[in-house]
């Protein structure tokens, strides 16, 4: 089973950052997703970013250019860099992994972090 803590969100002013934290424990898996999920209520929950175990990372165009995705291997850690944020990037962000065991995928959510961006 994997374990995903959250931390770094809080209250921004238009054009600010945030870097958002991702601490996983619980099993390895070499085969695997992992990325940053965003929801606001009344709307469906958005993926934003992604990497592969294969290395590839999309973003979503709303975020493209403004956000990046990292991982720390030896923290077991994935990060979300998100600059010059906008007052619609006010939302709900979960972190995520799937991995692949027991002949298929299991997903897996943090608890969530608020991203308030306001004057």
């Known amino acids: 089973q994997v374990q995903l803590v959250e931390s770094g969100g809080g209250l921004v002013q238009p054009g600010g950052s945030l870097r958002l934290s991702c601490a996983a424990s619980g099993s390895i898996f070499t085969i695997y997703t992992m990325g940053w999920y965003r929801q606001v209520p009344g709307k469906q929950r958005e993926l934003i970013a992604r990497?592969?175990?294969?290395?590839?990372?999309t973003y979503a165009d709303s975020v493209k250019g403004r956000i990046t995705l990292s991982r720390d291997n030896a923290k077991n850690t994935m990060y979300l860099q998100m600059n010059n944020l906008k007052p619609e990037d006010t939302a709900v962000y979960y972190c995520h992994r799937d991995v692949y065991a027991d002949s298929g995928w299991s997903t897996f959510w943090g608890q969530g972090t608020q991203d308030t961006v306001s004057s």
């Open positions: 990497k592969t175990s294969g290395g590839i990372t």
